[in-house]
Every structure is written in structure tokens, then in C-alpha cells.
């Protein structure tokens, strides 16, 4: 099993988003920004790390929001969403496509990759990115 660490980075009531390369698996598809956990991190260690080499920003890791272990055709991972402030930079786009700020009512299920729309349903359920 992966281990993976996502970010919600929040600005108000809006969330970022980032669209995955065409040439990677799930293509294309919305993800909340992060990435694998390299050996001797922990999850807070690696998603600063994540999206400094992504997005370009230093970010305070906040507290977990969700965690879902989801199993795509190819591997299985296990994915912790944080709550994220950037702290310094703007986003850029390094490795993604394209970046969005929306809203949680803005999020459409079939636009993001599979273990992201876990997170998604959690969100509503709880009404609130907070």
C-alpha cells in the first residue's frame, strides 16, 4: 500500500485544486494537490514538501481532515487529506495542468480522480471546508 498526503488549502471558502497531466494515470482528472510519502517523513513533512516542489508554495500543515484507502487498478493507496495555509508564494503550475480555487458547491464528483471524490463527499457531509 501507498501512502499518500493530500492538502486542502483553504482561502476563505474556496479550495485549490489542481489538474493532473494528460500524460499521467487519471489524466487530466482534479486531485487535491500532494503526493507520495517518502521513507523517514511523516505525512506533514511530505505534503510541505509536495506541494513546495508542485505548486511553488511553503505551506503550515493544519490538522487531518479525512483519510480513505482506496484501491485503483494498479495500486492501492492509502490517502490523508490536511487542512494547509500557504504561508509564502503564489501557486504555479510545475507539474499540473491547471489550478482552480473553488467552491465545495463547485466540485463536480466526475471531474476528480476516484480517492478525491472520497474526500469530496466527506466535505458535504460536514457542510464545510473548516
Known amino acids: 500500500m501507498l501512502e ?3 492538502g486542502l488549502v483553504r482561502d476563505g471558502e474556496r479550495f ?5 497531466p494528460a500524460h499521467k494515470a487519471r489524466g487530466l482528472l482534479w486531485e487535491f494537490a500532494g503526493g507520495k510519502v517518502e521513507a523517514g517523513e511523516t505525512g506533514q513533512q511530505a505534503l510541505k514538501r509536495e506541494l513546495r516542489e508542485e505548486l511553488g508554495v511553503e505551506v503550515e500543515v ?3 481532515v479525512a483519510d480513505v484507502t482506496y484501491a485503483y487498478p494498479e495500486l492501492t493507496v ?3 487529506l490536511y487542512g494547509a495555509a500557504i504561508v509564502r508564494g503564489e501557486p504555479q503550475l510545475l507539474e499540473h495542468n491547471d489550478l482552480r480555487w473553488i467552491a465545495l ?4 464528483d466526475g471531474d476528480f480522480c476516484p480517492a478525491d471524490r472520497l474526500f469530496l463527499a466527506e466535505l458535504r457531509r460536514r457542510g464545510s471546508i473548516w
Request: proline fraction near 0%.
Open 4 to 6: 499518500v498526503v493530500a
Open 16 to 20: 485549490l485544486v489542481c489538474q493532473r
Open 62 to 64: 493544519q490538522e487531518e
Open 78 to 80: 492509502h490517502l490523508t
Open 105 to 108: 458547491d463547485e466540485a463536480v
